[in-house]
């Protein structure tokens, strides 16, 4: 009786693993991005490697600061660029989007185990697959042997049970959580989602929820790999690649986290923890100078979709900046064709390259000295945004859209 | 291997974005890495690291982002040593990965005040706070772990298993 972790690591360690076993396990995908993509670089050439093992599912991708704002980043890219022609590595170069939204739209398939030189590489969990982040040199391992060495961690199995109310969403689930068991409540276990709110859920919120599961320190957030998944994957032309993946009937967990999801209200994480969060309806009034909506978290089609559905025949408040940022070249095309940019852009709204965009702090909407930015990314640690003194609060892209017709973080619920 | 030096104390969830700026990942070189570390949590850093090498802190430390330049930039500051309550996942393998020593340890987080100074026995598996006179057995560290660490770190220690 295994949980989907201990199944899919059983696979790939050729031997049967329990949580608490050291296993080294066989790696399908490998990645580094161009904040950590160069020095994983240094350290395959330091461990004697000029090649990858697997160039197909090992790839580099320039998304941090893309296109690149400095001439030293610059430097970086050509790195990168340098050693994935060198080594037969995949490049995903500017304009495409960022790394962990390509990962699911094109490489990663149920039941894999993927590493990325990325703490949110947690997001392809979503689909079944064991997918968690590391360092450089982890990483570069990876790349030369396919092969990493990991714990296999407890799993903590979450059900989101009862029903969503009305502007509530997979962001607000999962800021919900992460509230009740603080930012490192999950540290070094995989998180499993259960329960009827999960198995309803699209594709698309699953990544959400997934994607912020190191924001309670795990080490994984897995879904099952169900019907949900297998007409994902059609849509993106790998259906071949879908398998059924689900944790054995009495498998072994080691606790289980109870969320009815009729009482969740639309949320907000407050400066400068993800775990300080609070209900919207609850805050006080509090002024945004910028709103973000886009990066790995919630800048795909149905996160673009659902901030259009509410800046429709509005425009954003004097003095509000609205970016937008989709999470990559399929998205943004998605959303072109959809009339949706062009409704985003008619509200007030910035729409800037496929990529992180600012949510890292390098470029396309540094904050200034005492500013507010409520966004829809995964973290508000200080200087994230590229100032430590600045304030960043995070919410579902509804909620960021209505505060920035409002001028104030505001109950999207007014709005639908 | 004995590390005896002073404190320098912090609190709970201490993560990559204040130990070392996403802005200045644009370069791996550890002396510049170093030169920006801890910028935005303490501009008293560069002063208290002259007479104190060892961090002690909360929970969670080192959460957020997987940059190895974290842990890289704390180690090339000329800190000795992290002892905290629990370490976030990804920055306690890259500490090790590179080298940096770190102890979890509850008793010893709660314990330790800033500016105490300590002797820390790795090999014995204990620490001794000089100033007040209080001691704190380690956890000892797994097998494997302990190769990764004696061989200098995990290039090393897979060019080693590698035998090349």
Known sequence: MKTITEKILSSHAGRDVRAGDIAVVDVDIVMAQDGTGPLAVSQIKKLGFSKVANPAKSIFFIDHAAPSPRKELSDSHKVLRDFAKESGARLSDIGEGVCHQILVESYVCPGDVVIGADSHTCTSGALGAFATGMGSTDIAVGFALAKTWLLVPQTIKVNFNGKLGKGVYAKDLIIYLIGKITADGATYKALEFSGSVSSGLTIEDRFTISNMAVEAGAKAGIFAADETTNRYLGQRGRAECFKEIRADEGAKYEAEIDIDCTEVEPMISMPHTVDNTMPVSRIDKVKVDQVLIGTCTNGRLNDLKIAAGILKGRKIAEGVRLIVAPASRIVYLEALRAGIIETLIESGATVISPGCGPCVGIHQGILGDGEVCLSTQNRNFKGRMGNPDAFIYLSSPATAAWSAVRGFIADPREAL | ?164
Do not use: Q, W
């Open chain 2, 1 to 164: 291997m004995i590390i005896k030096e002073k404190v320098i104390k912090y609190g709970n969830n201490v993560d990559t974005d204040v130990i070392i700026p996403a802005r200045y990942l644009n370069t791996s070189r550890e002396d510049e890495l170093a030169a920006h570390c801890f910028e935005d949590l303490d501009e008293n850093f560069k002063e208290k690291l002259k007479a104190r090498k060892i961090i002690v802190a909360g929970d969670n430390f080192g959460c957020g982002s997987s940059r190895e330049h974290a842990p890289i930039s704390i180690k090339a500051s000329g800190v000795k040593l992290i002892i905290a309550k629990t370490f976030a996942r990804i920055f306690f393998r890259n500490a090790i990965n590179i080298g940096l020593a770190v102890i979890p340890s509850v008793e010893a987080s709660e314990n330790i005040n800033d500016g105490d100074e300590l002797e820390v026995n790795l090999d014995k598996g204990e620490i001794k706070d000089i100033t007040t006179g209080k001691t704190f057995a380690i956890n000892p560290v797994p097998e494997f772990i302990r190769e990764i660490i004696s061989s200098g770190g995990y290039i090393n220690y897979t060019r080693k298993k590698l035998n090349i």
